[in-house]
């Protein structure tokens, strides 16, 4: 049964803290993706990964970096965790662009 | 520039009933691919069915079936004898052979009514 599993489920952190969300896929795939999801705005995409240490931008890095030092492992940091960044953040994983992704569970971080 | 939109914001529909949820893209690449994703209320994304650019033939998988019209870019998922667990938040969303990302819709509710 494949599985891509993030860290924590629900998060509460405090306004400037640092924030790490971790993402673990056991398929041995290559891309790896952090969205955001807001309601009505679907899921903006913040940043993938095509490789190890391998990182690309997507609509919304602003505020957020990653890092992918293993290939089953993408990091989402939230250097100084804002109220606007208070949202559900979605982890996925892809074979190759022209196969489905798998999503984790989601976690769902309050920031106050 | 690329884009998928879907039009019906919420649906509601009689349990038993067959659905359609519309997607239309936008995109000037030959090669892509089209997807439809489920999230229920937990929260999980769940794929249902994939539509290559030059599968001629429309996927089908289950109840699920995928209605593409290349030539109006549209891709439309078809529900049929919908039940009470189809209610849930559906995105279309769409890759490029050319990008490694996918683009997604906004997303439509379907509300199943028992």
Not at chain 1, 88 to 98: I, V
Not at chain 2, 11 to 32: G, I, P, R
Not at chain 2, 41 to 68: C, H, K, P, V
Not at chain 2, 80 to 92: E, I, K, P, R, V
Request: hydrophobic share 35%; proline share 2%; net charge negative.
């Amino acid at each position: 049964d494949v599985k891509v599993t993030q860290s924590s489920r629900y998060l509460v952190k405090r306004t400037g803290e640092k924030v790490f969300l971790e993402c673990v896929q056991d398929m041995d795939h290559e891309n790896m993706f952090w969205y955001r999801q807001d309601p009505g705005l679907g899921l903006r995409l913040i940043y993938f990964s095509y490789d190890v240490k391998m990182k690309e931008k997507g609509d919304i890095p602003e505020g957020y970096s990653v890092s992918r030092e293993k290939k089953e492992r993408f990091s989402l940091i939230l250097e100084s965790a804002s109220t606007n960044q208070t949202s559900m953040y979605l982890c996925a994983s892809s074979l190759n662009e022209n196969t489905e992704a798998f999503f984790g569970q989601g976690t769902r971080l309050t920031v106050v | 520039a690329q884009k998928i939109t879907q039009t019906q914001p919420g649906m509601f529909v009689q349990e038993k009933e067959a659905v359609t949820l519309d997607c239309t893209y936008d995109t000037s690449d030959q090669s892509y691919g089209l997807f439809w994703y489920k999230q229920p209320s937990s929260g999980e994304m769940i794929f249902l069915i994939y539509q290559g650019s030059y599968d001629e033939q429309n996927a089908t998988e289950g109840r699920y079936s995928l209605n593409f019209q290349k030539a109006r870019k549209s891709a439309n998922l078809v529900i049929s004898a919908s039940q009470l667990g189809d209610s849930a938040m559906y995105f279309c969303a769409m890759t490029l052979d050319s990008n490694y990302q996918l683009i997604w819709g906004a997303g439509t509710k379907l509300i199943i009514k028992p």
